[in-house]
């Protein structure tokens, strides 16, 4: 294991300037830092429980569930069974699902996770969201209870059941500031005209459906975060919307109805992060972004392996889509249906000159099946495999454009994943290809004005396909750093660090300070949590992204990657924990401000929520060689303002919210 000496952080100021300087003297002020090269993270052997999953997930929900002080983490897993794994200490892990949660509480349609302690007993619970069955069905949410030895699902005598709801990802806050935290249940529209609640207000008897506060401008809000743009210490929420010709939509919650502002043009974003990059004590927002991959996406996750989806609908089934590769000697071949109601079958797979075909789905191609003349397009649905010496493989995916016209389905997706023995080469796609990479967007907040300065900041110096974002000071040198999870619909690429200079500018790390990640399965989040209690945050990605086209071949590869954060153990941390009393017991929507060094920094306790994932709710603040935290000044939601003097770092503090006077 390679660990980073503590004068790391100095070595990173100077690597950034001395690529400033190279860059101004040779290209005559090209503007971006050079990558430097820097060991963040090391990867983590998988314990067992993570370790055996192989496949489908829905991003992961860190919280202390059984009071311990460590991290523990909710894996939904999707479709396949959720898991539970209990922090032990020293990377070790114990699945306690059995003990704590139903076998019939682990299956179905998973989605979005996220703990937090809705009925303030001291113990935080669970909320699981689930689909609706196609889109047209009904399956129950579940909210588990915490009882100290039992999570038990409580949703529909709590009222949160709301079974015929597309639900994505959840969010906790407390929208009316009563001290009970509300619920939104993230949603897609469903493909009839129904219309389920998105919003929940939690009253002395359980929850009711709330539309009044939050006038959404979409039935598809698949997720929110909590923030604070305006000031005044009161939180904002930032939703994305799909559909309706808009994208992003943001609300005051300082007033009933909650006001909606006019801060961020219409723009798609896969996720977001709200961060104090440059310490001027307003939150800023950063958008990782990414392209929609085109009628064929393809990704090649080890050598040997390439993935392909086609998705042909009526603008592009009279074209010829598929993929085309060297590889020598015989290659297997997997062929599956994105849309398992419209299934691809052994009939329609047709193999070299003859047009013979396999018995299964599942079948070895040899180069003695020939070459075959390409297919008319948009005539029957099939799969056409041919081989033309010495070593060029061809593959092309029709689609019946009879069957699309009448809608039933508007697009056929088709996988195909094909191994060989040895190195695939060339490979290309038949048909137009999409560049998935997609500029990210930096707004920079001035007293409340969002301004987009993404260009000047360096956050676009190397451009991905952003899945799923996490801002942290991940070196503990008082400012708030990027990873990126870098991924497009169907196959993973190298993720991405960017680290910040105190003055939010920011510098690529060569293959994102050692997590750069595997290139098997679909980018789905990443998740920050101090999993060893060492005072430096640590990833877990998720990487069987399994939604949409990803849904199938493309995410069988994935799983988890567990990153120990190694970086510079000169400098120093605070972490806090919040415990409200007039306010929720979470403290969700509090505002923290610590000051060590004259430098103030600025966190909102949101609960950890963002796309996919949730990150643990602890609070983190890197204080780079302070001994001492000089003040910490914490603004409740219920109003009451409580400071600290000259707190010690390298602890976990609890704050508890002063009584009423």
């Known amino acids: 294991m390679h660990l980073v000496h503590p004068h790391s952080l100095h070595r990173k100021r100077a690597a950034t300037a001395a690529a400033a300087l190279v860059c101004g003297a040779l290209l005559a002020g090209c503007g971006q830092p050079q990558p430097v090269e820097l060991t963040l993270f090391v990867p983590v052997e998988a314990p067992a429980p993570l370790a055996g999953h192989a496949g489908m997930t829905h991003g992961a929900a860190w919280g202390d569930f059984d009071g311990d002080g460590r991290p523990d983490v909710y894996l939904t897993n999707h479709l396949a069974q959720a898991m539970l794994l209990r922090n032990e200490g020293g990377w070790r892990f114990a699945d306690v699902t059995a003990q704590w949660l139903a076998p019939a509480d682990l299956g179905g349609d998973k989605h979005g996770a996220a703990w937090a302690d809705f ?194 609908g009526k603008g592009d089934v009279d074209e010829l889509v598929g993929l085309r590769f060297r590889a020598t000697g015989p290659v ?106 997609a500029p990210f967007r930096l707004f920079m907040n001035r007293s409340g004005e969002l301004v987009e300065e993404s260009d000047g900041r360096g956050v676009n110096a190397r451009v991905v396909a952003g899945m799923n974002v996490v801002a942290a000071d991940f070196d503990n040198d008082m400012d708030v750093d990027l990873f990126v999870l870098a991924s497009g619909d169907i196959g993973q690429q190298e993720n991405l660090l960017l680290l910040n200079d105190a003055k939010g500018h920011f510098t690529v790390v060569k293959a994102a300070g050692g997590a750069a990640g595997s290139m098997a399965g679909v980018g789905d989040s990443a998740t920050t949590a101090d999993v060893d209690g060492d005072g430096l945050l640590d990833l877990l990605l998720a990487n069987g992204g399994s939604m949409g086209r990803s849904l199938g071949l493309p995410s069988d590869g994935g799983g988890y990657q567990l990153f120990r954060n190694v970086a510079n153990h000169g400098n120093r941390w605070l972490m806090i924990d919040l415990e409200g009393t007039r306010s929720n017991r979470d403290g969700i929507g509090a505002v923290v401000k610590v000051t060590a060094g004259g430098v103030s920094q600025m966190r909102l306790q949101d609960g950890g929520v963002h796309h996919r994932g949730q990150n643990h709710a602890r609070l983190h603040f890197g204080l780079g060689t302070h001994a001492r935290a000089e003040t910490i000044t914490v603004h409740w939601p219920s109003g009451a303002v409580q400071e600290l003097q000259g707190v010690t770092t390298n602890q976990v503090l609890r704050v508890r919210e002063p009584a009423a006077p």
């Open 119 to 312: 009925d303030n007993d001291g113990r935080p619970d669970l909320v699981q969201l689930t689909g609706a069955k196609r889109g047209i069905g009904a399956e129950g949410k579940r909210l588990f209870r915490n009882d100290g030895s039992r999570l038990t699902d409580v949703a529909e005598p709590m009222g949160v059941f709301n079974p015929q709801a597309r639900t994505r990802m959840p969010l906790w806050l407390d929208l009316d500031n009563d001290g009970r935290l509300d619920l939104l249940h993230g949603a897609e529209a469903r493909f009839d005209n129904r219309t389920p609640p998105l919003a929940f207000r939690q009253g002395a008897a359980g929850f009711e459906p709330l539309e009044s506060l939050l006038a959404f401008r979409s039935r598809s809000v698949p997720f929110c975060i909590v923030t604070e743009l305006t000031g005044d210490q009161r939180p904002e929420l930032v939703c994305r919307l799909m559909g309706q010709g808009t994208a992003v939509q943001v609300f005051d919650l300082s007033g009933a109805p909650a006001k909606v502002m006019a801060a961020l043009p219409q723009t798609g974003f896969e996720d977001i992060a709200a961060a104090d990059f440059d310490n001027d004590g307003h939150l800023d927002l950063f958008m990782a972004r990414k392209n929609a991959s085109g009628a064929v996406a393809l990704a090649q996750p080890a050598p040997g392996k390439v993935v392909a989806n086609t998705s042909i």
């Open 332 to 437: 297997q071949v997997q062929v599956a249906s994105g849309n398992p109601a419209y299934p691809v079958r052994p009939g329609q797979v047709r193999l070299g000159a003859a047009g013979s075909h396999p018995e299964a789905l599942s079948f070895t191609a040899d180069p003695a099946i020939g070459a075959a003349a390409a297919p008319a397009p948009g005539g029957a649905a099939g799969v056409h495999v041919s081989f033309a010496a010495p070593d060029e493989w061809t593959v092309h995916v029709t689609a019946s454009s009879e069957a699309i016209a009448a809608g039933k389905p508007a697009r056929q997706d088709v996988q195909v994943a094909v191994t060989a023995a040895g190195a695939i080469s060339d490979l290309e796609p038949i048909g137009e290809p999409v560049d998935e990479a």
